[in-house]
T-cell receptor
Framework: DQQVKQNSPSLSVQEGRISILNCDYTNSMFDYFLWYKKYPAEGPTFLISISSIKDKNEDGRFTVFLNKSAKHLSLHIVPSQPGDSAVYFCAAINTDKLIFGTGTRLQVFP | GAGVSQSPSNKVTEKGKDVELRCDPISGHTALYWYRQSLGQGLEFLIYFQGNSAPDKSGLPSDRFSAERTGGSVSTLTIQRTQQEDSAVYLC????????????FGQGTRLTVV
């Protein structure tokens, strides 16, 4: 049972445009959400997070939106840069355990 | 150390052999996680430690997989009688006590079973 779902395995965006990565979850008990970025041959690195008491968190070019009623969160990257090309994982925390989605591969082309 | 350290970085083993993968978490981090990523797949949860105890072993794929953590620090993931489907990148992460903090990952161990 996949509690955290990323239904788009890949996304291609032109440099300078907005990238929107989506994530859905099924467990209403999740109270903290995170996005990780992973380059090939490296471990995932933390990007941005949001608590369930908020609906938006912004850090530079990265903004995460949370819609609790829809059990949906999204990561917006604007403007997108070629260096943003990576696999992005969303994750949720439930009783200290991190549960990851399957990832979305973002490719930003010039 | 400054980050999570995993060893070896690469391991090639023959089918049927046992392997041990090691994880050195960030000093002071009480929570430790093991995940694996098979080719083309997402991050699959294996096991979670809080201190030396493992409150959640639900992700271990079979009884050939086991993990331990000693002294609240180093963890070892052991795979007995390896099979080709065990080939994957095994990732370890650690975080401070309490749920709402990010976890920091090691570089992973790429295991290839031939």
């Amino acid at each position: 049972d996949q509690q955290v779902k990323q239904n788009s395995p890949s996304l291609s965006v032109q440099e300078g445009r907005i990238s929107i990565l989506n994530c859905d979850y099924t467990n209403s008990m999740f109270d903290y959400f995170l996005w990780y970025k992973k380059y090939p041959a490296e471990g995932p690195t933390f990007l941005i997070s949001i608590s369930s008491i908020k609906d938006k968190n912004e850090d530079g070019r990265f903004t995460v939106f949370l819609n609790k009623s829809a059990k949906h969160l999204s990561l917006h990257i604007v403007p997108s840069q070629p260096g943003d090309s990576a696999v992005y994982f969303c994750a949720a925390i439930n009783t200290d355990k991190l549960i990851f989605g399957t990832g979305t591969r973002l490719q930003v082309f010039p | 150390g400054a980050g999570v350290s995993q060893s070896p970085s690469n391991k090639v083993t023959e089918k049927g052999k046992d392997v041990e993968l090691r994880c050195d978490p960030i000093s002071g981090h009480t929570a430790l996680y093991w995940y694996r990523q098979s080719l083309g797949q997402g991050l699959e949860f294996l096991i979670y430690f809080q201190g030396n105890s493992a409150p959640d072993k639900s992700g271990l794929p079979s009884d050939r997989f086991s993990a331990e953590r000693t002294g609240g620090s180093v963890s070892t993931l052991t795979i007995q009688r390896t099979q080709q489907e065990d080939s994957a990148v095994y990732l370890c992460a650690s975080s401070t006590v309490g749920g709402n903090t990010e976890a920091f990952f090691g570089q992973g161990t790429r295991l290839t079973v031939v």
